[in-house]
């Protein structure tokens, strides 16, 4: 299964939908706009939240949970590494694979791939590209996707500020 994931440029809040390769929509994603730390809550095509990504605070690196009714499945959390960026998910047996920074990574479950990342690059506002196995659990994986995504996000933001007051 193949599905789209395209985030706007220049929103007040996250909302966008995840479409399928018949372009019809398969989960819309909604955040809040005034929150401690991020929230992200994926609706299937009825309005059912079917997994919630919230950034844990008060921790020295970037941290999400995903929750899927009311219980945590899995964290996914930046490692300190020096050279190349890092990213653990606990609570799955999931490993990734491949450039997180470039938005080209797989993640396995053990030796089996479960989905492949890639990001179009020329196109207005993020836009990526998941191949799903055909036994992935797709509202798991499409939340743990969101998830590396924020982590993601958190540690440029964080390595910016950083950055700029120096």
Known sequence: ???????????????????????????????????????????????????FVKQELLTLLPKFTVEQHGEPVAQIQKKLTFLKPKYIVTGLDWTIEGDVFSHDYTVFSGEQAIVSIHKKWMAWGDTYELDLSESADVPLTVAVVLAIDA????????????SSTN
């Open 1 to 51: 299964m193949r599905l789209y994931m395209k985030q706007k440029v220049f929103a007040l809040k996250d909302r966008f939908t995840i479409k399928n390769e018949a372009g019809e929509d398969v989960f819309t994603v909604e955040g809040k706009f005034i929150s401690l730390g991020k929230k992200l809550h994926i609706l299937d095509q009825h309005g059912e939240e079917v997994a």
């Open 151 to 162: 982590v993601m996000d958190a540690a440029a933001a964080a390595a910016a500020s950083s």
